[in-house]
C-alpha cells in the first residue's frame, strides 16, 4: 500500500498545520509567510487558495529543488528523485485548481538570517516541498481475523517497508495511523492456523463531546462552510469561496478576538459572555440571516448572476439597502439591551440602598465606600456563573440547577443549587 505525500501547502493548509505544530495565530502565519516573500524572497506570493501549479510551474520546482542542495535539507534533495514532479503527477500539477496564484512553494533564493518564526514557517513549506520529490511511503497492511468461540476479533497492522517522503517527519508523531500498530517485522501467520490467546481486558469507554476550535481548525472549517447549505446552486458556489477569502480569514478571526467576541486559551478558542449574547440575541430577533452560511450562499449566488449579467445589479442594492436598514434598526434596540444587561443587576440585597455592579471577577455594591460589603464572585465551585444565574442568585437568592463538575475529580459532575445565606455567603444545596 502507497501513501502519497501531502497536497502542497495553500495558506489555509499553511495555517493549519503551523497552528497546531506551533500555536501561533492565524494572522501571525500570514504575516511571517509574507515577510519570508516580501522581504526574504525565499517563498513564493503566499496569498494562495491553491495546493497545486501548473505545467509552467514545474521548471521552477525543479530549480528551487536544487537550489536546496545548498542548504541543510542537502541530506533529502540527495534522495529526492526529480522525475517524480512533472506535468502528469495529478498530486502537484492541476491546472484547473490553480486560479490566479499556484501553491506556496520555497523559491531558489535561500534566506539568511531568518528570526526563529520565519525558520520555523519556511521549514514547513521547504518539508512539504521536498515530500513531492521523494518517493511514496510504502506499506504493508495486516488484516487478521481470529475466530474465538463465536465471536471474530478483527486486528489490522502495519509494516513499514519504505519512509519515502515520511523520513522528512520523522519527528512527528503518527496521528492519522494510530488505530493501526506498527511492526518492525513482516508477520508470520498461517491462514486457519491456531493461535493462543495471551491477554484480554475489557475496555469502557465514552464518547468524547467534539474538541473545541483551535485557529486552525477553524481556517478549515471556514473553507468548508457552505458544504451543508440546501441549496444546492449556492453550495456549489460556496464551494469555492466558503466564509472570507485566503487572504482575509486570518484578519476575521483577528477582529472576533479584538472585539472580544471570542479569546483563545492555550490553542483553544473559546466564546465569551459577549459572543454568546450576539449570537443568541441575532437568532431570536428577525436576523437570524447574518448567522447562517445559506444566506452567505444565497449572496454568492447572486453575485454570480450578476457576473453572468442574468441578474441586475440596481436591484441587488436595492435588496442590500433595504437588508442593511434593518438591521441597522434591530441592531440599535440589541446594544440598549446588552449595555442594559451588563450593568444592571438590580439593587444591593444587604443594604438595600446601593446598586449591584459587575467587575472583572465579581459583583459588588456600589456603596462599598460607605461600607457595604456585598460581594459575589463570578466562579463559584469551580464553575463561572452566567449573567442570568447571577441576576437570580441577586433577585430569589437561589439559581436553578446547575451542573457541577468535581474539583478532586475532573471527571465527576454533580447536580446542585446556589444559594445566597442571610450572612451573604453562597452556599450549595444538593439535588435529590
Ligand atoms: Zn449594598
Not at 467534539?210 to 462552510?225: N, R, S, V, Y
Not at 464572585?377 to 464553575?383: D, L
Request: proline share 3%.
Amino acid at each position: 500500500m502507497n501513501t502519497s505525500a501531502p497536497k502542497l501547502y495553500s495558506l489555509s493548509l499553511l495555517q493549519k498545520d503551523a497552528n497546531k505544530k506551533y500555536n501561533y495565530s492565524t494572522k501571525e502565519i500570514l504575516d511571517v509567510a509574507q515577510s519570508l516573500y516580501e522581504k526574504h524572497h525565499c517563498i513564493s506570493y503566499p496569498r494562495t487558495s491553491s495546493s497545486y501549479v501548473t505545467s509552467a510551474d514545474i521548471s521552477e520546482m525543479h530549480k528551487a529543488f536544487y537550489a536546496l542542495q545548498q542548504s541543510e535539507y542537502r541530506p533529502y534533495v540527495e534522495k529526492g528523485i526529480p522525475a517524480l514532479v512533472h506535468p502528469n503527477n495529478k498530486a502537484v500539477c492541476d491546472e484547473k485548481k490553480v486560479d490566479d496564484h499556484h501553491a506556496i512553494l520555497p523559491t531558489d533564493k535561500l534566506p539568511k538570517e531568518l528570526s526563529e518564526k520565519e525558520q520555523r514557517i519556511y521549514d514547513l513549506i521547504v518539508r512539504r516541498f521536498l515530500a513531492h520529490f521523494l518517493e511514496p511511503a510504502l506499506f504493508e497492511k495486516y488484516v487478521v481475523y481470529t475466530s474465538v468461540l463465536e465471536e471474530t476479533f478483527k486486528t489490522t497492522a502495519s509494516v513499514l517497508l519504505r519512509k519515502g517522503w515520511k523520513e522528512l517527519y520523522t519527528e512527528e508523531k503518527e496521528e492519522e495511523e494510530t488505530e493501526d500498530e506498527f511492526l518492525t517485522q513482516a508477520l508470520l501467520l498461517q491462514e486457519h492456523g491456531d493461535v493462543r490467546c495471551t491477554d484480554t481486558k475489557i475496555q469502557e469507554q465514552e464518547t468524547k463531546p467534539l474538541p473545541l476550535f483551535t485557529e486552525g481548525t477553524l481556517i478549515d472549517a471556514m473553507l468548508k462552510a457552505g458544504s451543508k447549505v440546501e441549496d444546492e446552486e449556492a453550495r456549489e458556489l460556496m464551494k469555492h469561496t466558503g466564509i472570507g477569502r485566503e487572504s482575509t480569514r486570518a484578519s476575521l478571526i483577528e477582529l472576533l478576538k479584538a472585539r472580544k467576541y471570542i479569546l483563545v486559551k492555550g490553542k483553544s478558542l473559546l466564546v465569551t459572555d459577549k459572543g454568546t449574547f450576539l449570537i443568541e440575541t441575532l437568532r431570536q430577533k428577525k436576523i437570524q440571516t447574518l448567522t447562517s452560511a445559506d444566506y452567505t450562499g444565497e449572496w454568492e449566488k447572486r453575485l454570480k448572476m450578476i457576473e453572468n449579467q442574468t441578474y441586475s445589479p440596481q436591484e441587488f442594492m436595492k435588496i442590500v439597502r433595504k437588508f442593511t436598514e434593518s438591521i441597522v434598526a434591530e441592531a440599535g434596540t440589541i446594544q440598549k439591551t446588552y449595555v442594559k444587561e451588563q450593568v444592571d443587576f438590580g439593587t444591593c440585597p444587604k443594604c438595600q440602598k446601593g446598586k449591584v455592579l459587575g467587575g472583572k471577577k465579581g459583583y459588588g455594591c456600589s456603596l462599598w465606600k460607605e461600607g457595604c460589603t456585598f460581594t459575589l464572585w463570578k466562579s463559584q465551585y469551580g464553575k463561572t456563573l452566567s449573567t442570568a444565574q447571577v441576576k437570580a442568585l441577586i433577585d430569589k437568592k437561589e439559581t436553578g440547577v446547575l451542573t457541577f463538575t468535581s474539583q478532586k475529580k475532573k471527571d465527576t459532575k454533580y447536580k446542585a443549587k446556589l444559594k445566597l445565606t442571610d450572612d451573604w455567603k453562597v452556599v450549595l444545596e444538593f439535588a435529590e
